[in-house]
């Protein structure tokens, strides 16, 4: 489903998304390792649960800046492909801008609580008890800041299509 694409942002996109996907291969390891050791040598760890939850979280959120590249979200295309092109293009900018706002309310929200957990050196409380949420914090940060440059893409294109469609009514 990879399209050819010049912009930078969209590069940036697809190389994320396909190199992070590997994480679900680590993911693998690690339960085969826990599952392993546990039923067969009786001598389960304290680790793989969290490091298997954060590696979840690294592949979900990286793997949405992927699939906002590839405009893989859900949308509601019965409906819009009912609209004239000119309709199409204006819900497209209308889209963009709200998703522009959602992302930038995430990333302040996700920052302060990202902020809070660096300053309190908060910790998973779990045995293994390491920084955990303060890596995964910050990480859903940076994913939606990624997500907001491609959709900082899309938005242009979008306005692209809407003045050219307009320019041609």
Request: aromatic share 12%; glycine share 8%; net charge positive.
């Amino acid at each position: 489903m990879t399209t050819q694409t010049t912009h930078p942002i969209d590069r940036l996109s697809i190389w994320i998304g396909k190199t992070f996907s590997y994480v679900y291969l680590i993911l693998i390891a690690v339960m085969v390792y826990e599952v392993t050791a546990r039923y067969l040598f009786d001598a389960p760890t304290i680790w793989a649960h969290e490091v298997s939850g954060a590696l979840i979280a690294v592949g979900f959120t990286l793997g949405g800046v992927y699939t906002m590249q590839q405009k893989g979200h859900i949308s509601i295309s019965s409906v819009y492909e009912l609209m004239p092109p000119r309709w199409k293009a204006a819900l497209d900018v209308f889209a963009q801008v709200v998703t522009l706002v959602f992302l930038a309310a995430f990333i302040w929200g996700g920052g302060v609580n990202a902020l809070k957990a660096w300053e309190l050196g908060e910790t998973s409380g779990s045995a293994w008890n390491q920084p955990t949420p303060i890596f995964l914090k910050t990480l859903v940060v940076v994913g939606a800041a990624l997500m907001c440059l491609q959709a900082g893409v899309h938005l242009a294109q979008a306005v692209r299509r809407f003045v050219s469609r307009t320019e041609q009514a």
